[in-house]
């Protein structure tokens, strides 16, 4: 089992910038690949963005292209989001999610994490 927490989540004016973390515990961080996901009211889960267990490769949605910046660190068994240039449009719930580091199916998968942090709430104003 992985227990994944979420912080940083706020209250921020559209052009700004947050840093979400995501502390996990439990079994050895290093076994897992992790992602972020969010969603917005009335709207299905969205990928967001994700990261290898090592942290060599990571993959983001092409709403956050060039905006927002995943990272990790295993000393601290810690996921981080650095979210720039925020839009009214992400505001959403964001949820942490772990999977095993050997599973096969994109990172994309929402179907693919089997632990998931209860989210934090992002709102931007506009």
């Known amino acids: 089992q992985v227990q994944l927490v979420e912080s940083g989540g706020g209250l921020v004016q559209a052009g700004g910038s947050l840093r979400l973390s995501c502390a996990a515990s439990?079994?050895?961080?290093?076994?897992?690949?992790m992602g972020w996901f969010r969603q917005a009211p009335g709207k299905e889960r969205e990928f967001v963005a994700a990261?290898?267990?090592?942290?060599?490769?990571?993959y983001y949605g092409d709403s956050v292209k060039g905006r927002f910046t995943i990272s990790r660190d295993n000393a601290k068994n810690t996921m981080y989001l650095q979210m720039n240039s925020l839009k009214a449009e992400d505001t959403a719930v964001y949820y942490c999610?772990?999977?095993?580091?050997?599973?096969?199916?994109?990172?994309?998968?929402?179907?693919?994490?089997?632990?998931w942090g209860q989210g934090t709430q992002v709102t931007v104003s506009s």
């Open positions: 990261i290898t267990w090592i942290g060599g490769s990571s």
């Open positions: 999610a772990a999977r095993n580091r050997f599973a096969t199916a994109t990172m994309i998968d929402t179907e693919s994490y089997a632990y």
């Open positions: 439990g079994r050895t961080f290093v076994g897992y690949s």
